[in-house]
T-cell receptor, first 115, second 112 residues
């Protein structure tokens, strides 16, 4: 069964450093999502792509976060500089449909710890 | 805006006990509703879903019914097992919007 791949699984960094996370969605899925999940809370959407275009980045802290999906396949989420409050699980998900009642397939996540 | 409110946890049950985790939602239109499960250190896995009123989603002994009149989607299981210990998230996906809105999760611990 196809899965969403993410790397690294764990990342520890110091504040003010740059970090990057990678996601490879299920083949053929046009929609890709990045979520942030703070411990004890549900995931919150950071950015949504439809192919290579950003559909929704209203909750992305654009002063320090950036995301790209240049060829409409895999995606990178970057934080620069990292802050203590960025410690969280970063989840990537993909979906075979761009709109409507769909099902998102989640990757295992990257757990970020900022010291 | 859309929101999901889940029963606060943690919930601790003995094996074979009956489980209910309450979930209510606020949304415009007719959203799809989901339950996801997250095991320690892992990402979210879809447990079940329902896409219209009165639909019942079911999987692995869990079930939930989409109740439009009470805007609820409560998760139930008749007899829980130790392996059901996890965090359960209720979520909705509004019509014409692929992204999901999640509740804060309910931690379930099942003791032998």
């Amino acid at each position: 069964e196809a899965e969403v791949a993410q790397s690294p699984r764990y990342k520890i960094t110091e504040k003010s450093q740059a970090v990057a996370f990678w996601c490879d969605p299920i083949s053929g899925h046009a929609t890709l999502y990045w979520y942030r999940q703070i411990l004890g809370q549900g995931p919150e959407l950071l950015v949504q792509f439809q192919d290579e275009s950003v559909v929704d980045d209203s909750q992305l802290p654009k002063d320090r976060f950036s995301a790209e999906r240049l060829k409409g396949v895999d995606s990178t989420l970057k934080i620069q500089p990292a802050e203590l409050g960025d410690s969280a699980m970063y989840l990537c998900a993909s979906s075979p449909e761009d709109r409507g009642p769909d099902t998102q397939y989640f990757g295992p996540g990257t757990r970020l710890t900022v010291l | 805006g859309n929101s999901v409110t889940q029963m606060e946890g943690p919930v601790t049950l003995s094996e074979e006990a009956f489980l209910t985790i309450n979930c209510t939602y606020t949304a415009t239109g007719y959203p799809s509703l989901f339950w996801y499960v997250q095991y320690p250190g892992e990402g979210l896995q879809l447990l079940l879903k329902a896409t219209k009123a009165d639909d019942k989603g079911s999987n692995k002994g869990f079930e939930a019914t989409y109740r439009k009149e009470t805007t609820s989607f409560h998760l139930e299981k008749g007899s829980v097992q130790v392996s059901d210990s996890a965090v359960y998230f209720c979520a909705l996906s509004a019509a014409n919007a692929g992204k999901s809105t999640f509740g804060d999760g309910t931690t379930l611990t099942v003791k032998p």
